[in-house]
């Protein structure tokens, strides 16, 4: 669990107590966004440089290595607005969604969990990519509020499938028993100021997919 005003990082405990398990205040005054685990037990967390909320100018966002132990340290930078992320099953490939960017990006995973090779994994022209998941044939779908709508693609940039709602989706996970269900998170997206305004307008929404989830989350 990620506390942004906290900047710090929860971990459940096995009688369901919430301890802390990292600090990340050392590492931005903002607070975090995304967090993705990946099947060795480190976690990613990313931020996104400015404060949205506040209309603050846009500033490149960062992503942040927690170890196991609980030591945090910045391993990539220079992201357009980071949001959601994904491990690629063998735990080899970080794939980050850059909002502001309009496309998915690339890291590469060393053993001791630090990010290279910063690289385009797929352009998606107007697409305005938020939460995201991995798939079993190597595609990932995105979440794209702006847009009002779910879409699969392959690496390259490749559009698989389009799900289009009648309000912004900004999360998506394939779950269930063979994990061949997607689900999407959705809502009416009235800006910053509409967040708070009391009006519920969230769906949970479910369809059939064409491939299994792989990888993490």
Sequence with gaps: MV?????????R?????????????????LGWNEIVVDGRG???????????MAGADFAP???ALVTPDGSARQVAGNVAFPNGMAVTPDNSTLIVAESYARKLTAFDIAADGGLSNQRVWAGLGDGVPDGICIDAENAVWYADVPNQRC????????????????RGCFACMLGGADRRTLLLVTTEWRGPAGMTDGRRTSQVLTVPA????????
């Design 42 to 52: 480190n976690a990613y967390v990313n931020a996104a440089g400015f404060d949205l």
């Design 3 to 11: 506390v942004m005003s906290g900047r710090r990082i929860l971990r």
């Design 210 to 217: 064409p491939a299994p989830g792989a990888g993490w989350p």
């Design 151 to 166: 879409v699969r693609v392959r690496e390259g940039g490749e559009v698989l499938a389009t799900i289009n709602l009648d």
């Design 13 to 29: 405990e096995p009688d369901g107590a919430l301890v802390v398990h990292a600090d990340l205040s050392s590492l931005s005054e």
């Design 61 to 63: 966002g960062t992503i």
